[in-house]
């Protein structure tokens, strides 16, 4: 199996960002977290960080040919972007829904997320252990 795993707006800033919100964790260190987890479940996995919406729609489309399965953390665009949840609803592929933190407890705005209905699931709120939880979701997906 193989996983893509984006990482959407302002993540490239992990550890120093909001360390009270999202910890002190970099994003190299967890990536570092997924690589491991990967290796010990036999998954292929890609990390990269994306800032831009379009270069997320762009991963997305490319994820048909390279991957069996995206994580997705699409940031703030997880509360509004349109063509980011399109994108996703477009490719066949699972993709699953990641957050560091738990949107659902936090300001009003981030309680709703646009991409959810058209993600096969959703992991929020373990920091780092969302994406390896994520992880070890995916690894239980059949492949088609
Ligand atoms: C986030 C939550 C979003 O509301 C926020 O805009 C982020 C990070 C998280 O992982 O907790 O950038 O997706």
């Known amino acids: 199996m193989r996983v893509h795993v984006i990482h959407g707006p302002n993540l490239n800033l992990l550890g120093e960002r909001e360390p009270d919100v999202y910890g002190s964790k970099t994003l190299a260190d967890i990536d570092a977290e997924i690589a491991e987890a990967a290796r010990a479940l036999g998954i292929e996995v890609s990390c ?21 399965v995206v994580l997705i953390n699409p940031g703030a665009y997880t509360h509004y972007s349109y063509a980011i949840a399109d994108a996703i609803a477009a490719i066949r592929i699972p993709v699953v829904e ?9 300001e009003a705005f981030r309680s709703h997320s646009v991409v959810a209905p058209v993600c096969r699931g959703s992991v929020a709120g373990f920091g780092s252990d969302s994406y390896v939880a994520a992880l070890h979701a995916a690894s239980k997906i059949p492949i088609k």
Not at 55 to 63: E, T
Not at 98 to 106: D, E, Q
């Open 48 to 68: 990269a960080q994306y800032s831009s919406e379009g270069a997320i729609v762009d991963a997305l489309h490319a994820a048909r040919a390279a991957a069996d």
């Open 98 to 106: 990641v957050h560091l933190s738990n949107i659902a407890a936090r």
